[in-house]
């Protein structure tokens, strides 16, 4: 359905989007993922014929977007972080201004009454945009990217200013959207993605560096082991010995205590299986392990993890055990600023809900 070969996008001297190729069937919902700065938003604008590429094509539906744009854009359905809102018409003008902008041949009232019942828009259909809510708003601006049943759907930032229960129906509909459209949904809410995406995939500096269906998403990672020790034993020595070890990449201790304990986070090198060779080291010291569990990798670390390997190979600076910090790198700073701002977003949605 989209078909992305070599894509590259300059600004004057710098690369925006650097040969980048992809390909997405019918019916895949893909997750697409970056820090700020990565080339999301220029390669989502290709996409949509809202920008020209430097090199390379993009097929949509077999058709070339340079060659047919109005045909591209007939069979895309945008919705952009801030919805494209005319706040003095009511919704049912808004959504007839947009069927006609789109030249629909649907029924009008059918298809528009369809779209209001899928988004649950149906007891606002006569109200003025300008007086509602800010995730009604946002449900607004889902409706219109509907609007035609386009093959393609692409959502940036769907869910910014909807409440929990919203977002879960948002989510649910992203998925009813999977089975006959294709999806690409762009947030920085990643918890959103791994919900909902089929496919994950993330750009940093202009290229692809990671491309996985979710359910393997932890192959794209390095693949390292991490565990939560309960150590009983000087902190500062037992941290120490940890950090020094050849087999342990990173190691900190939390805040938490356990009695006379202390917690520790650990990651071990690729593939290497510390737990036999601490509780020996620790036995030898007279340092009791009262608690081992091995942990899973969240898609916030490992887009992190993707994220800094692609760092440092632009750099050639490698992370310092147990001192991830911000500061190590501008990139670095902006991943760990998608996951700060997650929890503000989800903060402002209260003041929004209930001003109808």
Known sequence: MIKIDHLVKNYGATCAVDDISLEIKKGEIVGFLGPN??????TMNILTGYL??????????????LDDPLAVKSRIGYLPEQPPLYLDMTVEEYLIF????????????????????????????????????????????????LIGNPPVVIFDEPTVGLDPKQIIEIRNLIRTLGRDHTVILSTHILQEVQAVCDRIVIINKGKIVADELTENINRIAANSFRYQATICGPQKE????????????????????????YIYHIESTKGVDIRKSLFFALSAKGWALIGLEMLGMSLEDIFISVVDK??????????????RTRGQSPERDLAQSILDATAEKQKSIAPYEGEE
């Open 37 to 42: 700065g990565a080339g999301k938003s220029t």
């Open 52 to 65: 020209s590429s430097t090199a390379g094509r993009v097929m949509i539906d077999g058709i070339n977007v």
């Open 98 to 145: 947009v069927y006609n902008l789109k030249g629909c041949t649907m029924n009008r009232t059918k298809h528009l009454e369809e779209i209001c019942e899928v988004v649950k828009l149906t007891d606002v259909y006569k109200r003025l945009i300008r007086n509602l809510s800010k995730g009604f708003r946002q449900r607004v601006g889902i409706a219109q990217a």
């Open 238 to 261: 037992v941290l120490a010995m940890l950090r020094a070890r050849a087999d342990v990449t990173y190691a900190e201790v939390l805040s938490a205590r356990d009695g006379d304990a």
């Open 310 to 323: 692609t760092d440092e190979a632009a750099t050639g600076k490698k992370t310092v055990k147990g001192k």
